[in-house]
Each structure stands twice: as structure tokens, then as C-alpha cells.
């Protein structure tokens, strides 16, 4: 049997794979990190926040560096109805200045700049190049990947997979079950042209702070939801919306957009913004129980290839799971390179150090989130009855005197078809989910 020409090749240049090259080339392998894009981040997008707490061990002081649209400083969930808003709304000035919280970044300047960092250290990165497949041995163990180009088989000791949602290597090594559709959301999103001033003004911020806003019950029922975010002069609005609901729906991703931007809370902020942009891609909710298997003899895989997008309510969060788990992996096959075993038990320690970090922590215990947030009556139902609640309690009914808070509840509960032991049901759901 041939060489290797490396020891471990990474596919995809994304926030996972760039962090597995990374720690790779720190450990001393070599490693070729290949990306179909003619640049890391070409083919990438995402709603547009970074929490980057797990690169703290990684890149000391990385956000004196990083390609920071903007620091966010605030955040918001907003639950709409076609007419009425509430909003929950937090500023911080501990998050305007380092160690930051989060962050508003483009993708491609983001994963540029990670990637920057894996070839400064040693990896190799192959761009406008696409892993067609795997290539087994005799005894059908991952020993490299096929690639579009002429002779272009590359054969390695591990192969870490990062292709991103629906990853073809995970699929073909039968690790990925057929997609289900129940457990992915499509994420559409405009960016919208603003003169920085003008975001400053309407948003209510200064110098490099952001805001994120998250919102309910604007998706005309399709379960999921609504976003807002601000970069330096421009800002992203997008929604995200499970498959089967959309299907049904027989409405175009554009129009809940559409609807988004009309919203009388959300149409000030954006009036006289132009259009520049407009995309969309699959997002991997599953969560925790819809996770494949995570390595197979000579291969892991890492990030949303993985099925780590944590989509838990007012968390969406794809990219700090992605930079947690393959730097997991690029330290995992490290070791196994270094002894000697890189089958399936020489790479077990990946799962392992997942379940004792972050990455698998938090999905593990946020497991029934998604399945909550998605509910029916969490999408369909709660909106209205808060909205309906909320404007009772504020509105002003003299001259006939005041009513109890316990009678507008019912009263916006029986407006909203939804009973009292609903309302428990789903708070002890809800209580341990969160908890
Ligand atoms: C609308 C939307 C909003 C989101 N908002 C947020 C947010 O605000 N914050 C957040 O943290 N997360 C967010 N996410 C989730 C986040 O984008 C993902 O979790 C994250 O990008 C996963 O990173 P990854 O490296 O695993 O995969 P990806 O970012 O998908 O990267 C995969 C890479 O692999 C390359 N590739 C794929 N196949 C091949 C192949 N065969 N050969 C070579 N290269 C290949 C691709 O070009 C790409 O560069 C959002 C997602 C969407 C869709």
C-alpha cells in the first residue's frame, strides 16, 4: 500500500477545520487543510455573531486582531405578533472591552484570518479544491480522500472531516443517518446597507458596539425565528425555519424576511438601507440526539459535519461549538498519530474530551431545547398570549378600574387557546431544559 503524504488532511476551511489544522501544526503533523472556496469564507455563510471565549488558550489577546465588525454589547429578544412587540434588552459595558463577549464579524474575513493562523503554524491550505470522497483499505479503514484535481488522491494516517451540515465524507462513510428533515432549519439572511452613523443613531450605539436581536413569533408560524445583528455599516436581518413548517407553509423564505423588515418595531431601524446581499443554508438543530457517531476507524468529524450547532432558543450558536470541537479533534488525532493508532480506538479520546468541555456539556444538557423552542405552542401560541398579556397589563382602562393581573392572564389564555396546565406543563419542560 502506498505512503501517506500527510499525516492528517482536514476538509473544510471553516471555523472547524481551520481550528483542527491549527492545533495539528502546533503538535507538530503535518497536515493539509483543504477548502472547495477560492478562499477560506468565500462559500460560508452565517447570521453573524462569534462568541470567541474558546480561543482564549488558542490565540492569547486574539481580539486585538481578530476582523471585528463589531463588539456586541447588546442583546435583545424580541416576541412579535404582526402588530405588537416586546422586547427583553440588555446592554453591558464590561462586554465593550476585553476579554469581550461576542462578536459581530463577516465570515469572510473570519475564517481568512483563522485560517491565517493554521498556516502560520504549519498547515498546509489547498483552496478551489473539492474532497469527492474517501479513500478505505482493504479492511475499509479511512486511509485518505479523493479530490477534484488531476492525481489528486491524498492519502493520510486521519482524514478529520469538517465539510460543514450534510457532510458528504460523514454520509459515505456511513456515520450521517439520511438527513432528517425535522432537525434542520434553513437560515435566509439579507445584509443591508447602512452609513455607520445611522446605525449608531437608531440603534442607540457608540464607537465598535453591537447589538444582536433575537425574536419570536415572526416566522407567520413556521417554527423558528427571526434575527437582527449590526455589523460596522451594514446590517444582517435573516430568519431561520424548520423544513417540514416551511414545506407546508407554501411561503418563500424572502417573504418572512420580508415580513421581518416591515415589522413596525424593526422598520424604523432600517428605513432608507439597501440591499447588498442575499443567502441562505441549512442549519443542524437536532441537537445532542440527532448527533452521528463522531469517529470511525482513521476519520472524525468536527462542527456542523457533526451536527454541533447549539439552536436553543435565544442561542444560536454554530461557530464557538465548531472552533471547540475541531480543535478537539486536531489534538485528538495528534495523539493517535504520535502513538501509533489512529483506528477507531486510538481516536476514541475525541468523544471523550468533548463530553468534558463545552462542546458536548451544553448540548448534552440543553438536549430537549430544541424540541421546546420548536413546539407548537412556543411558536404558534405563547407570542400572541405574552403580546395580548403585556398590552393589558400596560394599557390604561379608565375610567373602569383596574383588573387583576391572575384575570388578564386568563383572559389572554383563552384568547390564545392555551389552558392553565399548558402553561405548567411546558414550565416544568422549560424548567428542565434550562435548568
Ligand atoms: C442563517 C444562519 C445563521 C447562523 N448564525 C450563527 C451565529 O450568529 N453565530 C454562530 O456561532 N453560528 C451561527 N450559525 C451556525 C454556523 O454558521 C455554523 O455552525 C458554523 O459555520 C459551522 O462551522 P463549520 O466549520 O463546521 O462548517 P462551515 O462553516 O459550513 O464550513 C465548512 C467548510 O467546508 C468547505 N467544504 C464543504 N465541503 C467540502 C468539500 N467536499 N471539499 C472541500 N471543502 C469543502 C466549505 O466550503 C466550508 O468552507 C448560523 C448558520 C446559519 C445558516
Redesign the pocket.
Known sequence: MSEPNVDVVV???????SAAALALARAGCSVVL????PY??A?????????GRVLDDVLPRWWEEVPVQRWVTRRSTMVLTPTQALTVDFRSEAWGAAPYNGMTVYRSDF?GWLAGHAVAAGAQLVTS????GLLRDAAGRVVGVKTDRPDGDLRCKVVIA????NS??AKEAGLLPRADAHHHTL???EVLALPREVIDDRFGLRGDEGLDIEMLGCTRGIPGGGFL?TNGDTVSV?A?LQLPGLAASKVRPEEIIADIKAHPAIAPYLRGATLKEYSA???PEGGYDAMPVLHHDGLLL????AG??LAAGIW???????LGS?LAAGRAAARAVAAGDTTRAGLASYRRDLESTFVLRDHKRLRGAPGLVLSDRVQQRYPGLIADFVESVFGVTNPAPKPGFVRLLRQSMRRHGVKMRHLVADGIRGGRVFR
Do not use: Q, S, W
Request: aromatic share 8%; with cysteine; hydrophobic share 40%.
Open positions: 476538509v473544510g476551511a471553516g471555523p472547524a477545520g483543504l477548502e472547495r472556496g477560506p469564507g462559500k460560508n455563510m452565517y447570521g453573524g455573531v462569534v462568541y475564517d479544491t473539492v474532497a469527492t469538517c465539510d460543514g451540515v458528504f465524507l437560515g435566509v439572511k445583528y435573516g431561520v443554508h441549512l442549519i468536527a462542527g456542523d459535519a454541533m450547532t444560536l450558536e454554530g461557530v464557538n461549538f465548531a475541531g
